[in-house]
């Protein structure tokens, strides 16, 4: 069989041309249950055709904020766009119903239809649609083929793996060529390697489709390897919005640096003292001149890079921490070694050889004497100009 691209296929089977994708604009969004407020005013504009990625710890409204987009929860405030279109506002004067959003939708349980094959599965969106029996099997066959499930199109769910489950939940949902794809935790079911071919599939059909994709995880990973944008949520409200190399290489607060990275970089809790820095018995550098002249309750955050740290059995003096060995992992060519500093924090330290050390062993941690940010106490970066 010859490849043909989409268009060829969108061509010459005469679908409907269904290509596209929408803008997303979300404006001081809020969701409140009762008492609680699972989502408090947020606020997120992307371009058509991104990969949004909501990352976030459990319970910060990540999955509110998906189930809104979809049209499952009504806000209580705010507004939502696709492309030039309101979908729903919170005062209630636009609501879209889920069906009419062109938005498609994957959980982490699949959810298929178990007394239909997969074709059926699949091609059930389109006969809702009311398309047109020729329709139907055409795309059906072009969904197939893009998740690569072409063989197993007469099966039922539950005589295939889960992995598969996933794919045929994906190519359902794509079926209908939705502008918007929305996804919830869709690999957290998947082990360890699958979840990894799955990510790449998922990018796949992301750029074939051309649509603009939101993604609900609490996997720093996926969101550093998947997104366009990451909307990094914690307590309703977002943290920090940015690329992933922006919120890696400049994390706006001690949570977004502690959150993002392998390792995330470290945070070490230091008193100011007449214009220095320390913590555990150690200098750690002088105090920035904004803290210096700040509210005065003399706590700085310092950050320190996982490769900025320096951490060997021998190390004593200026500068070293009296650290205990936790654990070390190979990571690319080199070794990330675990310590609990002396208050119980895990510090994560890189360097090029394993250390000859068990679990408990003590060792010496050598903070470098300018951290490479610096966070107040309530956790927001200070920009002293003196950051690296
Ligand atoms: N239907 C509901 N009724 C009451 N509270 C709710 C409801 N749905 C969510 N919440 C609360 O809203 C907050 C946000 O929940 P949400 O499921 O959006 O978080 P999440 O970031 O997706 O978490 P997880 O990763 O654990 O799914 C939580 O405190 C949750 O308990």
Redesign the pocket.
């Known amino acids: 069989m010859t490849p043909t691209t989409d268009t060829d296929r969108a061509e010459r089977t005469g679908m409907r041309s269904g290509a596209s994708s929408a803008s997303l604009a979300i404006t001081d969004l809020r969701k409140d249950?009762?008492g609680?407020t699972?989502?408090d005013g947020i606020s997120i504009d992307v371009p058509a055709g991104s990969f949004l990625v909501l990352l976030?710890?459990?319970?910060?409204?990540?999955?509110?904020?998906l189930r809104m987009l979809a049209g499952l929860e009504n806000p209580t405030g705010g507004e939502i766009r696709f492309g030039d279109r309101v979908i729903a506002r919170g005062d209630g004067t636009e609501l879209v119903a889920p069906a009419e959003r062109e938005a498609g939708l994957v959980f982490q349980s699949y959810a298929l239809w178990p007394h239909k094959t997969v074709r059926q599965n699949i091609e059930w969106p389109l006969t809702v649609a009311k398309w047109s029996r020729a329709d139907r099997r055409s795309r059906g066959d072009e969904v197939l083929s893009l998740l690569a499930i072409a063989e197993l199109a007469d099966r039922y769910p539950g005589e295939i793996s889960g992995g598969q489950q996933q794919r045929v939940a994906i190519a359902r949902m794509i079926a209908p060529q939705p502008k918007v794809l929305l996804f919830d935790?869709p690999l957290s079911n998947l082990d360890a390697r699958l979840r990894v071919e799955t990510r790449g599939e998922l990018m796949r059909v992301h750029r074939s489709t051309g649509a603009t994709s939101v993604y609900?995880t609490?996997d720093q990973v996926e969101a550093m390897t998947m997104a366009t944008h990451i909307a990094l949520?914690k307590d309703?409200r977002i943290e920090q919005f940015g690329t992933p190399r922006e919120l890696l290489e400049s994390p706006r607060t001690a949570f977004a640096a502690t959150f993002i990275g392998t390792p995330p970089a470290n945070i070490v809790e230091c008193r100011v003292h007449d214009g220095r820095l320390r913590a555990y018995g150690v200098d750690c550098g002088a105090a920035p001149s904004v803290a210096a002249d700040g509210d005065g309750d003399g706590v700085v955050r310092a950050m320190y890079r996982a490769s900025s740290l320096a951490a060997s059995e021998e190390a004593t003096g200026p500068g070293v921490v009296a650290a205990t060995f936790a654990d070390q992992v190979p990571m690319a060519d080199r070794w990330v070694i675990g310590v609990d500093l002396p208050d119980g924090t895990r510090a994560h330290v890189s360097r090029d050889t394993p250390v000859g050390l068990l679990p408990g062993d003590g060792l010496g941690v050598r903070l470098p004497s300018e951290p490479d940010a610096y966070f107040d106490a309530a956790g927001e970066r200070l920009d002293t100009g003196e950051n690296r």
């Open positions: 249950f009762g609680t699972a989502v976030g710890p459990s319970g910060c409204g990540k999955t509110t904020t935790e609900v609490h949520m309703g």
